[in-house]
């Protein structure tokens, strides 16, 4: 029997915080290996562990991924979480890389200087409320079904709603005229496996803060 996933990263949410999120949804345990120096990094790469020299990367049924939608659409795959055919996978992709052009807005903005913080924090919300939550806020109307796609539990779902905390911690009006993705939150933070991993004490990872912020920049040695 393969051992638990084991997630190489530093203690923070960054680009393994969706990961985390997936595999806890499919029910699947694991363990974090914390990079907390720039030399943990450095071994890493010079074992020849990293492939392009980059975290995250995860130890997972006998292989070292790297890549973050590789390592997602392997997890998803394996845990039936990618649509039931092609089509309905190329409607995941489609909704998952909507989503990721916001999140990435979203994580990058606290490493913003400060006198830019107000003018990315505006354009993260009209952004938001006016291109993302409207495009799937229709795709639930229009079909009606509980789930995104297929009317079953995806990737998709998970990390819309990974999203929907995310943009509700900058501001939590700014979901407040988006009903059906309220709904869906609360559906997904429901299911058990989802629920015990928003619990206090879980692998979920709090906000970037100034202290966590510095101790990226030291590990992955930025200016």
Request: no cysteine; net charge positive.
């Amino acid at each position: 029997m393969a051992g638990k996933p084991k997630l190489h990263y530093f203690d923070a949410r960054g680009r393994m915080e969706s990961i985390r999120w997936l595999l806890a949804a499919a029910g699947v345990e694991f363990e974090e290996k914390f990079v907390a120096s720039p030399e943990d990094l450095d071994k890493l790469r010079n074992d020849g562990r990293l492939m392009f020299q980059q975290v995250p990367m995860v130890e997972i049924d006998g292989m070292e991924l790297v890549q973050t939608r590789a390592i997602l659409n392997y997890i998803a795959s394996k845990h039936n979480l990618y649509g039931k055919d092609l089509k309905e996978r190329a409607l995941i992709d489609m909704y998952v890389e909507g989503m990721a052009d916001l999140y990435e807005m979203i994580m990058i903005f606290p490493m913003h200087p400060p006198a830019e913080k107000d003018a990315k924090l505006a354009l993260i919300k009209e952004k938001t409320t006016n291109r993302y939550f409207p495009a799937f806020e229709k795709v639930l109307k229009s079909h009606g079904q509980d789930y995104l796609v297929g009317n079953r539990l995806s990737r998709a779902d998970i990390h819309l709603v990974e999203l929907i905390y995310n943009v509700e911690e900058l501001d939590p009006s700014l979901t407040a005229n988006f009903p059906l993705l309220k709904a869906l939150k609360t559906r997904i933070s429901n299911l058990p496996t989802v629920k015990k991993f928003l619990q206090p004490g879980s692998p979920r990872k709090p906000p970037m803060d100034p202290k966590r912020l510095e101790q990226a920049k030291r590990i992955f040695r930025i200016p």
